[in-house]
């Protein structure tokens, strides 16, 4: 069988792929300013050859790569920045009755707890919620800061952070949502939240990219 030739734009395109796959053909366009159209008889050609292979909804990948490979990089280009939500902030002054009915309200299983300036404080769960509900208590008269997880015994993280390291830390401490926070001189504010439902959503739009 004879070595089959690449142009240099079909050379470019396999080391643009081998360093960034898999990637999408209109990525690939961008990259070089050129059309999807025009470069389509490049990554037939690529691809029927053997140096590309295709997955639809995925992108082009280098063959050299190995599924395992794959998936590794492209789940190291997620993170938390790209995938927060906004985040449910209680005052840690507020009732334990109050934030029954916040929760209720806002339909979230976590809710961060801040004091006056307005930093983080506490985490606030279901569980904590209705632990302190049983016994008949006065809810109305007991403040959050009672029952919240302090301090630091609060995982959390920041929009620079991996998705991947996100979903490792929810999974070791057997949690629902994170706080992504900012550091300030007096301690963190609250800027997002990344719950496992937001992973979800991650590992769907990456299953549904298409090529």
Excluded: W
């Excluded at 690449?6 to 360093?19: G, P, S």
């Excluded at 301090?151 to 490792?168: R, S």
């Amino acid at each position: 069988m004879s070595t089959i030739e690449l142009n240099k734009r079909q050379e470019t395109i396999l080391q643009i792929v081998k360093e960034n796959g898999p990637i999408t053909g209109e990525h690939i366009a961008e990259r070089l300013n050129l059309t999807r159209a025009t470069l389509r008889p490049d990554l037939a050609i690529l691809t029927m050859a053997g140096f590309l292979e295709a997955r639809p909804r995925v992108g082009y990948f280098y063959s050299g790569k190995s599924g395992t490979q794959l998936l590794t990089d492209n789940l190291a280009k997620l993170y938390v920045k790209d995938y927060q939500s906004i985040p449910v902030v209680v005052n840690d002054s507020i009732s334990v009755y109050d934030a029954i009915c916040m929760m209720f309200l806002e339909d979230v299983g976590t809710m961060f707890v801040t004091d006056q300036q307005s930093l983080l404080v506490g985490v606030l769960s279901r569980k904590d919620l209705l632990r302190a509900s049983i016994g008949g208590k006065d809810l109305s008269s007991i403040p959050v800061n009672i029952i919240m997880t302090r301090m630091p015994n609060i995982a959390m993280c920041t929009k620079d952070d991996q998705l991947i390291e996100v979903a490792k830390k929810l999974i070791e401490k057997q949690i629902d949502a994170l706080p992504v926070v900012k550091e300030t001189e007096g301690g963190f504010e609250v800027v997002g939240r990344i719950t496992k439902t937001n992973i979800t959503k991650a590992l769907v739009s990456l299953a549904t990219e298409e090529l």
